[in-house]
């Protein structure tokens, strides 16, 4: 059968066997998305417990009888039944649904997803490397910063939270800057207010810090345009948005990146579309990292928009024991799988 006749089946959610990734740790995703057609499965893992959870408590079960190939009107289906909970969580779920699909429509045609998606992808990406639950001011941070930088990431990231002091944050985000040799990204995870941020980009060391990402609470249009009346500090965002329209108005702010996450968006499908209008406001993407392996494919599809795919240095190696297979960033790239579907198994 062809991947374009085939209909999908059967959905279910497989909890991951300890004997194959390790002792399980507190925050580890201890769960696979499997989606059936013509005697075929497509995964989607490691999955976290609340979107596992909605997908086997009935939002799976609407995908069965969709055709493998008819992507957009698989998430149309899945959105209508999540109604008025298809944002956050809802398009969690639903995305793991979708990269599931997308894997099996890879391998019932016998190509990686990201060769679906253009003639010619890119076989490598860039990546940058985070480290968010690293504290700077710890007495090992400096070092850490060191040896995350001399990796050869594009860039690295580390979390800079609210303090009640914006002389010590901006004099922390300068030493940061310092021990890696170059400027760095920061990730405020939306615990800064406009004051803060309008403050803080006043007393930053110049060429220190390439963005801030989320520095307000909220990813809306009003905030944002807000902030920028009160300062030029260079913001990045996209993970929390969770509709196309909501992108757009953000999009037009002019941001200095994008930074949205494949899974948590609603899926590849979702991605492509948002990627699109990053394009047409000559916005870079820079994919958030929980969805690493989709979001490669994402990004070598659309080289001329995506910047550097997050490498999350501590989680994601951790995530990766539950694949047959690693994929380790050298010299700033990561080579895309070039088995069919998104390359490696989950072994569930």
């Keep these: 059968m062809h991947a374009a006749d085939a209909v999908i089946d059967d959905v279910r959610?497989?909890?991951?066997?300890?004997?194959?990734?390790?002792?399980?740790?507190?925050?580890?995703?201890?769960?696979?998305?499997?989606?059936?057609?013509?005697?075929?499965?497509?995964?989607?893992?490691?999955?976290?417990?609340?979107?596992?959870?909605?997908?086997?408590?009935?939002?799976?079960?609407?995908?069965?009888?969709?055709?493998?190939?008819?992507?957009?009107?698989?998430?149309?289906?899945?959105?209508?039944?999540?109604?008025?909970?298809?944002?956050?969580?809802?398009?969690?779920?639903?995305?793991?649904?979708?990269?599931?699909?997308?894997?099996?429509?890879?391998?019932?045609?016998?190509?990686?997803?990201?060769?679906?998606?253009?003639?010619?992808?890119?076989?490598?990406?860039?990546?940058?490397?985070?480290?968010?639950?690293?504290d700077l001011e710890h007495d090992g941070a400096a070092e850490a910063v060191r040896n995350t930088a001399t990796q050869g990431f594009a860039f690295t990231k580390w979390s800079m939270r609210r303090s009640q002091n914006v002389q010590q944050m901006a004099a922390l985000a300068g030493r940061a800057a310092s021990w890696a040799n170059a400027p760095v990204a920061l990730d405020a995870l939306g615990t800064w207010d406009t004051e803060t941020a309008a403050n803080l980009a006043s007393l930053l060391p110049p060429g220190a810090v390439r963005w801030v990402e989320d520095p307000l609470p909220r990813t809306e249009r009003t905030a944002y345009r807000e902030l920028r009346k009160q300062c030029s500090l260079p913001v990045a965002f996209g993970e929390r948005l969770s509709d196309a329209a909501a992108a757009r108005d953000l999009l037009e702010l002019g941001p200095a990146a994008f930074t949205f996450d494949v899974a948590w968006c609603g899926g590849i499908t979702e991605a492509c579309t948002w990627m699109a209008l990053a394009e047409q406001a000559g916005v870079p993407v820079l994919l958030h990292g929980r969805a690493f392996l989709p979001a490669l494919h994402v990004a070598a599809a659309f080289p001329h928009v995506a910047g550097p795919v997050e490498y999350q240095v501590v989680w994601e190696p951790k995530r990766q024991r539950a694949l047959s297979g690693t994929v380790v960033p050298e010299e700033g790239r990561a080579a895309l799988p070039d088995r069919p579907g998104l390359g490696l198994e989950v072994r569930c």
């Design 13 to 134: 959610v497989v909890s991951l066997p300890e004997s194959m990734t390790g002792p399980f740790q507190e925050g580890d995703s201890r769960y696979a998305v499997v989606v059936a057609a013509a005697g075929t499965a497509g995964v989607f893992g490691p999955v976290d417990e609340l979107p596992a959870a909605l997908v086997a408590a009935g939002l799976g079960q609407t995908a069965i009888g969709c055709r493998v190939s008819d992507h957009a009107g698989l998430l149309a289906r899945l959105l209508v039944r999540l109604g008025p909970h298809g944002a956050g969580l809802g398009r969690w779920a639903a995305g793991t649904v979708d990269c599931a699909v997308w894997d099996l429509h890879g391998k019932l045609t016998g190509l990686p997803v990201a060769a679906l998606l253009t003639d010619i992808p890119a076989s490598r990406v860039p990546v940058y490397g985070s480290w968010l639950s690293l």
